[in-house]
């Protein structure tokens, strides 16, 4: 036993798995600190105009390459060893890229020019993140590069640079000029991460943009088929976490409670990297398996108990301790986010336990179109509950709102998931 243990970590180790599972975790820590940092160099009112800003910027980077990075990792890890080929199909999603995100950030601005928002403030800052989606587009494209070609340590190196620079410089940025400095460090940190993975990481700047030669129309369609599909379920999950905060601004139009709420949101969400670091590890396993019904079942059960222990566990001690937990990382003045904090540590556990494990491993199953659905009826499920509860609930409507909608999402979820790997025995 003992020797199968010292060969599995060998292999572990030999594949980059530590590299990518390590750096994962630094970077959830890092952005935690990040966001304990960030609302002690500004203001309460300041970051309540940001974090709305931002919340809005946020539904537009749904839509950030129309999922063309997501597209390159799977055509290139297709395209196996031959380079030529991924190198004609990664000009073409970086071709792509530009050309989308260059028509977002145009939508952006124009958005933020034409629509006034209800928080004072935050049309002006939304218009000085417009061109985000031009500068942080290589990240992704080049992450994907590198694990399509398995270079899985210097995949964790860009992430993690990435994810300092971003924190640094954004904090530096907001010492000295607030909110529009956050913004600038941003900036500063997309063009330094797009030198290092160029530079130092050797990633490739196709000097002629566009497919050329070997290029077939097949794979644009094969290509863009997969980005949408993936974009779109994608997007909509992520709409689940950011239309509290937009509604709570409309109705609730007060700096100081939407600082409240996204403060309660900081550690919840940044705790979710525990059964998402688990899945990125199990997840090729379930998917080389994936007509093994006995194997995916036994193991199934094995990742699912492991993954509830560690998170009932931490959910206990997190809303148990909510208090001493909110005046240590943020400060007495936020200790209205105690409620909506203990609210979204049991979201968390939802979604833990039952979302992304059957949301991740249905796919392994080829089930993408049940997902899509899924994901838009719970969209809709939880903008209609935020519209319910926030005039009655305020901030604890949103969060109420959230744990519902996730709960029930990750039931349907692992239900069919049950229902696949159990009727095939």
């Known amino acids: 036993m003992r020797k199968k243990i010292l060969v599995l970590q060998k292999k572990l180790f030999s594949s980059g798995f530590y590299n990518i599972f390590f750096s994962s975790v630094l970077n959830k820590i890092v952005n935690f600190a990040y966001g304990i940092a960030l609302v002690r160099v500004i203001s309460k009112s300041d970051y309540g105009v940001y974090s709305y800003a931002n919340n809005i910027y946020s539904y537009f980077a749904l839509l950030l390459g129309l999922g063309i990075s997501s597209a390159l990792l799977q055509i290139c890890s297709e395209d196996g060893d031959d380079l030529k080929r991924k190198t004609i199909h990664f000009k073409f999603c970086f071709s792509f890229s530009i050309y989308t995100n260059f028509l977002l950030s145009m939508a952006i601005i124009i958005f933020a020019i034409g629509v006034p928002l209800s928080i004072s403030g935050s049309n002006k800052l939304l218009i000085i993140m417009g061109l985000f989606p031009v500068f942080t587009q290589f990240t992704p494209l080049y992450s994907n590069w590198l694990r399509s070609n398995f270079k899985n340590e210097e995949y964790a190196y860009l992430n993690v640079f990435n994810t300092l620079a971003i924190s640094v410089l ?6 000295l000029y607030g909110s529009i ?3 600038i460090g941003r900036y500063l940190a997309a063009l330094i991460t797009v030198w290092f993975s160029i530079f130092i990481l050797k990633c490739p700047f196709p000097h002629v943009l566009g497919p050329k030669g070997l ?3 097949n794979d644009f369609k094969y290509i863009v088929s997969i980005g949408m599909t993936l974009c779109i379920t994608e997007a909509v999950i992520q709409i689940i976490a950011l239309i509290g905060v937009s509604i709570l601004g409309i109705y609730v139009p007060n700096n100081e409670t939407i600082a409240a709420y996204k403060t309660a949101t900081v550690l919840p969400t940044a705790l979710a990297f525990i059964s998402n670091a688990v899945l990125i590890y199990v997840y090729p396993y ?8 006995k194997w995916t079942r036994k193991y199934y059960i094995y990742t699912l108990i492991g993954i509830t222990i560690i998170s009932f566990i931490i959910t206990f001690i997190c809303i148990g301790l909510s208090r001493p937990i909110i005046i240590l990382l943020f400060s007495e003045q936020y200790l209205d986010s105690i409620k909506p904090f203990s609210i979204l540590m049991i979201s968390f556990l939802c979604n833990s336990v039952l979302r992304i494990p059957a949301n991740n491993l249905i796919i392994t199953q080829r089930k993408l179109k049940f997902n899509f659905i899924v994901s838009i009826i719970g969209a809709l499920i939880t903008i209609v509950l935020n519209v319910i509860l926030i005039p ?6 949103a969060a109420y709102a959230q744990l519902f909608s996730t709960f029930g999402i990750g039931i349907v979820c692992t239900c069919y998931y049950l229902w696949i790997i159990w009727r095939n025995k």
Do not use: E, P, V
């Open 286 to 293: 379930f998917a080389k398996n994936n007509k093994d019904y």
């Open 215 to 217: 290029f077939r129309q």
């Open 170 to 175: 954004s904090i530096f940025g907001a010492f």
């Open 181 to 183: 400095g956050l913004i």
């Open 392 to 397: 009655k609930f305020l901030s604890d409507g």
